[in-house]
């Protein structure tokens, strides 16, 4: 354990979190409520914080993800890292703290997956230019702007911290299709 001085104002949720976990986190997987949890900006980039981005550095590429929501292993807080790496040769890994969409232009539709809902894919329309700012690791302010893939994975992961997912952006038809289809693998593997 690295981390033993754990700050007061951390809640007991997370001190509890960090005198547990190291490494690989557990993936949250729908439809477990704390996705559907709208999260809370950073306040501090302290060493807390810098473990958690490790961490959750560490549980994406495990899973050979793309990208990951700090709800996504159990702290609602404004934070995701995106890589594409695995993708696109030379993509740095970002980490945006407390980010917002300044400006999204077009639009265009292309199949998606999450690592909440696995095995799963589904094809999500989305603005295809996105202009997005906040904070990197280091407590810098930063501007991205981004097309393609990093667009798309830039909403993915921004919709995760405004506790959205893949079938919030889906039709009611398309959602109540995927809930039942869901349902019964769930009930099937166990
Ligand atoms: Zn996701």
Redesign the pocket.
């Known amino acids: 354990m690295t981390v033993k001085k754990i700050q007061s104002s951390r809640t007991s949720a997370e001190k509890m979190f960090y005198n547990d976990c190291m490494g690989v986190l557990e993936i949250r997987k729908y439809p477990e409520k704390i996705l559907k949890q709208k999260t809370t900006p950073v306040q501090t980039i302290d060493g807390i914080t810098q473990r958690l981005i490790d961490d959750m550095i560490e549980t994406m590429q495990a899973v050979h993800g793309v990208?990951?929501?700090a709800n996504?292993v159990g702290i609602p807080q404004k934070l995701c890292i995106i890589d594409l790496s695995l993708r696109e040769d030379k993509a740095p890994l970002i980490v945006l703290i407390n980010p917002w969409i300044v400006e999204r232009d077009g639009s265009v539709e292309a199949e998606e997956?999450?690592?909440?809902?696995p095995g799963y894919l589904t094809s999500i329309k989305r603005a295809e230019k996105v202009f997005v700012k906040g904070v990197n690791r280091e407590g810098k302010n930063i501007a991205i702007e981004a097309e393609g893939l990093l667009a798309r994975a830039i909403q993915?992961?921004l919709?995760?911290l405004e506790g959205l997912?893949?079938i919030d952006r889906m039709s009611p038809i398309k959602r109540e299709f995927f809930k039942r289809r869901y349902k019964k693998q769930l009930n099937e593997a166990k």
């Open positions: 990208g990951l929501a996504q997956g999450c690592l909440s809902i993915h992961e919709d995760h997912l893949l």
